[in-house]
Protein backbone atom coordinates (compact mmCIF):
# COMPACT_ATOMS: atom_id res chain seq x y z
CA UNK A 1 0.00 0.00 0.00
CA UNK A 2 1.19 3.42 -1.03
CA UNK A 3 1.14 6.26 1.53
CA UNK A 4 -1.16 8.00 -0.26
CA UNK A 5 -3.37 5.26 -0.12
CA UNK A 6 -2.70 4.35 3.59
CA UNK A 7 -3.14 7.87 4.62
CA UNK A 8 -6.57 8.17 2.88
CA UNK A 9 -7.67 4.67 4.58
CA UNK A 10 -6.40 6.88 7.77
CA UNK A 11 -8.40 9.58 6.95
CA UNK A 12 -11.89 7.87 6.00
CA UNK A 13 -11.93 6.30 9.20
CA UNK A 14 -10.90 9.24 10.90
CA UNK A 15 -14.14 11.05 9.33
CA UNK A 16 -16.26 8.18 9.68
CA UNK A 17 -15.62 8.23 13.36
CA UNK A 18 -16.09 12.11 13.22
CA UNK A 19 -12.10 12.96 14.08
CA UNK A 20 -12.42 15.60 11.64
CA UNK A 21 -9.26 17.15 13.13
CA UNK A 22 -7.23 13.62 12.16
CA UNK A 23 -9.16 13.26 9.16
CA UNK A 24 -8.10 16.99 7.60
CA UNK A 25 -4.57 15.68 8.84
CA UNK A 26 -4.25 12.36 6.94
CA UNK A 27 -6.22 13.79 3.84
CA UNK A 28 -3.51 16.52 4.06
CA UNK A 29 -0.60 13.94 3.75
CA UNK A 30 -2.75 11.93 1.24
CA UNK A 31 -3.00 14.63 -1.05
CA UNK A 32 0.38 16.13 -0.59
CA UNK A 33 1.62 12.61 -1.53
CA UNK A 34 -0.87 12.12 -4.58
CA UNK A 35 -2.50 15.68 -5.74
CA UNK A 36 -4.24 13.57 -8.25
CA UNK A 37 -6.13 11.70 -5.84
CA UNK A 38 -9.91 13.06 -5.94
CA UNK A 39 -11.55 10.97 -3.10
CA UNK A 40 -9.38 12.35 -0.75
CA UNK A 41 -9.80 15.66 -2.23
CA UNK A 42 -12.94 15.49 -1.43
CA UNK A 43 -12.62 14.10 1.80
CA UNK A 44 -10.81 17.14 2.83
CA UNK A 45 -13.23 19.17 1.82
CA UNK A 46 -15.88 17.56 3.68
CA UNK A 47 -14.04 17.72 6.63
CA UNK A 48 -12.81 21.43 6.74
CA UNK A 49 -16.52 21.86 6.00
CA UNK A 50 -17.60 19.88 9.20
CA UNK A 51 -15.08 21.72 11.03
CA UNK A 52 -16.59 25.38 9.90
CA UNK A 53 -13.61 25.90 7.82
CA UNK A 54 -15.79 26.59 4.58
CA UNK A 55 -12.71 28.67 3.03
CA UNK A 56 -10.74 25.52 2.94
CA UNK A 57 -13.69 23.46 2.36
CA UNK A 58 -14.00 25.23 -1.48
CA UNK A 59 -10.49 25.73 -1.90
CA UNK A 60 -10.57 22.13 -1.65
CA UNK A 61 -13.74 21.65 -3.07
CA UNK A 62 -12.59 23.52 -6.51
CA UNK A 63 -9.01 21.41 -6.58
CA UNK A 64 -11.82 18.09 -6.87
CA UNK A 65 -13.77 20.11 -9.64
CA UNK A 66 -10.14 20.85 -11.36
CA UNK A 67 -9.57 17.19 -10.92
CA UNK A 68 -13.15 15.61 -12.02
CA UNK A 69 -14.97 18.12 -14.20
CA UNK A 70 -17.44 15.85 -15.40
CA UNK A 71 -18.43 14.46 -12.13
CA UNK A 72 -22.06 15.93 -10.92
CA UNK A 73 -21.25 15.52 -7.27
CA UNK A 74 -18.27 17.39 -6.94
CA UNK A 75 -20.10 20.56 -8.64
CA UNK A 76 -22.74 19.84 -6.36
CA UNK A 77 -20.50 19.80 -3.61
CA UNK A 78 -18.91 23.19 -4.25
CA UNK A 79 -22.32 24.80 -4.64
CA UNK A 80 -23.13 23.70 -1.09
CA UNK A 81 -20.01 24.89 0.13
CA UNK A 82 -20.86 28.59 -1.68
CA UNK A 83 -23.80 28.75 -0.38
CA UNK A 84 -22.73 28.50 3.28
CA UNK A 85 -20.26 31.61 2.50
CA UNK A 86 -22.99 33.85 0.67
CA UNK A 87 -21.45 33.26 -2.53
CA UNK A 88 -24.77 32.88 -4.15
CA UNK A 89 -24.03 33.68 -7.84
CA UNK A 90 -20.93 31.04 -7.83
CA UNK A 91 -23.16 28.77 -5.80
CA UNK A 92 -25.97 29.11 -8.45
CA UNK A 93 -24.06 28.32 -11.25
CA UNK A 94 -22.39 25.37 -9.70
CA UNK A 95 -25.66 23.87 -9.08
CA UNK A 96 -26.27 24.75 -13.04
CA UNK A 97 -23.07 22.93 -14.41
CA UNK A 98 -24.13 19.47 -11.79
CA UNK A 99 -27.46 19.44 -13.15
CA UNK A 100 -26.19 19.74 -16.79
CA UNK A 101 -23.56 16.93 -16.28
CA UNK A 102 -26.79 14.59 -14.58
CA UNK A 103 -29.16 15.52 -17.51
CA UNK A 104 -26.23 14.29 -20.05
CA UNK A 105 -25.32 11.37 -17.62
CA UNK A 106 -28.93 10.04 -17.68
CA UNK A 107 -28.83 10.21 -21.41
Not at 35 to 59: T, Y
Request: hydrophobic share 40%.
Amino acid sequence: MTDAAADYKEAFDHFLNERHPEAVAAYRRCVAADPSHARAWNGLAMSLEKLGDVDGAIEAGRKLVELEPDEPLSHTSLSIFYQQKGMIPEAEEEKAIAMQLQMKQGN
